[in-house]
């Protein structure tokens, strides 16, 4: 046993060495962990100064969150109040704002009842400037008949037929543009005939420069694309045309031209032109000429005179009808004034005008073709053939240089009646399929198709299809080189033209009005004088006064009368009450009525119209001025008897109410 213990305890080497080296791993893991146990000790000394320091943030953060909230009530209590103070000044300022307002309602509403006032003192003040006014311009113009005056006496009526006409302008001027700015300026848009209302614009203004006899002539330039009937207001259409037509004469020098043009220039809107070639505007002056009672200089009103008016209200009368007015000027050239309007219509159909065309070629046989006949713009524009000779010689030169195929076309001549020679136009008649058309004042040219006085006052769209109609005409007959039987040439060319252009006649139908039996209403015994004297010297002498509405009633009943000449303002019975009873009692057989009155606003001519009237004139008038109502009034008369007068929607056409001074 003993031996068996030894033996124990005696160590293998292996085993010795097993030993140490698990010693020394036992050592080694110890160290290990002592090391580990360093690393223990200081990751938790870290953390418990990381807890401290969250610790630390957490009160920080606690109490800024309660200096926050703290801030927060604060603010709150500043909001309130602000809010509070802002609802009490919101409310303090809306009262005041209402109280404004209100205050600019009464303010308003005086201004109105004082323009209202002001502009019922115009027109009592224009009509009782007018009845006076009536005696020195009906009687001067009378005058200036009288062969028998000396010229130093011819002179002084002429002067103060001058100063009555500027006095009656100054007048209409103040009235309409106080009319305007009181606001009860109407605008009635309807179907209008904007052929005879521009014709009538320029005739009317070519008449003046003729009395005038400074030697001006006012041209007219129509596109192909203006139509014949449109939708807008003919009255305030003219007037405005009118307006700036006369500002044009009156810039222009003598024995010059100033032009009237008229292009659709977008759907449903089109341009109006007017242009002079005077002296000319300065650009700095452009605004300043829309201002009322201003002028481009003091020199302008110095040498030319005027109130200053007529452009303000011309620009208000554009702005009325949603339109706008520009200028365009050169100092020493002249100016140009664009008048852009809305319409409504029908467009032109220029493919079917080309069309009815197709095989017809246009001659114009002038030395000025281009204002004689400005419908060669529309032929160029649309691509139908014309050819220009300047006079008969020419165009006998040009039928005998003619190719085969030439000689295939429909020719439609213009032929300026002051250059028409029957022999030389007769091989060109011969030579050719053609119809005739002369043109010019006098119609002196015997065998003419057709005349007409003014082609450039036709529209484009008008002239060409009454020229297709006499080529379709002409296609019927047997030979197709003479127009057949049936209505003439000249019905079928002039039903659609401006009267102006198809009128031979310039003196009164005598015939006609020598069987008038006229009745004045009218109780200013010098306005009955005038009216007397007026009628007279045209001839018409058939004439009975009534010195008020009541007599004229009675005189009505007790004699037909075809025209009673009725005066607005008269005792015992007014004119408009005299008119509505005799209509009423004579039904269709009351005669016409024709008021002629000092008042010159547009509620008296439509309170005449609503009473029955036929036609209306305004005080002052003159002899042109009567004679050219008593033209359009034959007109009418004849037109109803022949049961064929224009339909309504054809306003600014055969319509009387119209007053001849707006024209």
């Not at 004689?372 to 691509?383: I, K, Q, W």
């Not at 039904?587 to 009237?613: C, I, S, W, Y």
Request: include cysteine; aromatic fraction near 6%; charge should be negative.
């Amino acid at each position: 046993n003993k031996n068996k213990n030894k033996n124990k305890n005696i160590m293998l080497p292996e085993e010795k060495t097993a030993m140490m080296l698990t010693k020394e791993q036992v050592h080694q893991d110890d160290d290990d962990r002592g090391g580990d146990y360093d690393k223990l000790d200081k990751n938790k000394v870290h953390m418990k100064d990381r807890i401290h320091e969250l610790e630390a943030l957490l009160d920080q953060s606690h109490e800024e969150n309660a200096q926050l909230k703290e801030e927060v009530g604060t603010k709150e209590l500043l909001m309130t109040a602000l809010l509070d103070k802002l609802e009490d000044e919101i409310a303090s300022r809306t009262k005041e704002l209402q109280e404004t307002n209100r205050l600019l309602v009464d303010a308003n509403q005086r201004i109105k009842q004082q323009a209202a006032a002001q502009l019922e003192h115009f027109a009592c003040m224009s009509h009782e400037i007018r009845t006076p006014l009536n005696c020195i311009i009906g009687m001067s113009s009378l005058l200036m008949l009288d062969s028998q005056l000396t010229p130093s006496q011819q002179e002084s009526i002429e002067m103060i037929t001058t100063a009555g006409d500027l006095l009656s302008t100054i007048v209409d001027d103040v009235l309409d543009y106080s009319t305007l700015e009181s606001g009860k300026v109407e605008t009635n848009i309807s179907k209008i005939n904007l052929q005879q209302t521009l014709d009538s614009v320029a005739t009317g203004i070519q008449a003046r420069c003729n009395e005038n006899e400074r030697g001006i002539e006012v041209r007219t330039f129509f596109d192909i694309t203006v139509p014949k009937y449109v939708e807008t207001d003919a009255k305030r259409l003219q007037q405005i045309l009118y307006n700036l037509l006369g500002n044009a004469v009156k810039f222009s020098p003598n024995n010059s031209h100033v032009d009237l043009s008229a292009k659709v220039i977008d759907s449903g809107v089109i341009r109006y032109t007017v242009k002079d070639y005077g002296r000319g505007i300065d650009p700095r002056d452009f605004n300043k000429i829309f201002e009322p009672f201003r002028q481009a200089s003091k020199e302008t009103g110095t040498i030319y005179g005027g109130t200053g008016l007529g452009l303000p209200i011309t620009s208000k009368l554009v702005q009325r009808l949603g339109g706008t007015i520009s200028v365009k000027s050169v100092k020493g050239q002249g100016s140009e004034f664009l008048v852009d309007l809305p319409f409504l219509g029908n467009p032109v159909d220029v493919g079917a005008i080309q069309q009815s065309l197709a095989d017809t070629s246009i001659l114009v046989v002038s030395p000025t073709p281009g204002i004689d006949c400005p419908v060669l713009e529309s032929l160029r524009a649309t691509g139908i053939p014309f050819h220009i000779v300047p006079d008969c010689s020419a165009i006998k030169q040009f039928a005998l240089d003619m190719t085969p195929k030439e000689k295939e076309l429909y020719y439609v001549t213009f032929v300026n009646e002051d250059y028409y020679k029957h022999s030389p136009y007769q091989v060109f008649y011969n030579t050719t399929k053609s119809v005739m058309i002369t043109f010019g004042p006098k119609n002196i040219v015997k065998g003419a198709h057709a005349h007409i006085k003014a082609p450039s006052r036709v529209f484009p769209s008008i002239l060409l299809p009454s020229c297709a109609e006499l080529v379709q005409a002409l296609k019927a007959s047997p030979n197709r080189m003479q127009l057949p039987d049936g209505p003439s040439s000249q019905e079928m060319m002039g039903k659609d033209l401006p009267h102006s252009c198809i009128d031979e006649d310039e003196d009164l139908d005598t015939s006609f009005y020598n069987t008038l039996q006229i009745l004045i209403a009218e109780d200013n015994i010098v306005n009955q004088k005038v009216l007397q004297r007026t009628f007279s010297r045209l001839g018409l002498n058939n004439v009975d006064v009534a010195q008020d509405g009541l007599i004229a009633c009675e005189a009505s009943l007790q004699k037909k009368y075809d025209v009673i000449f009725m005066d607005m303002e008269m005792p015992n019975m007014n004119g408009i009450d005299a008119c509505r009873a005799i209509r009423e009692r004579d039904g269709n057989d009351a005669p016409l009525v024709v008021f002629v009155t000092a008042h010159a606003m547009e509620n008296f001519r439509q309170e005449a119209k609503k009473a029955g009237g036929t036609g209306f004139i305004s005080k002052p008038f003159n002899l042109h001025r009567i004679k050219a109502f008593l033209k359009r009034l034959c007109w009418c008369v004849k037109e109803e008897d022949a049961n064929t007068k224009p339909p309504k929607e054809e306003a600014g056409s055969a319509c009387i109410m119209c007053d001849p001074q707006s024209e």
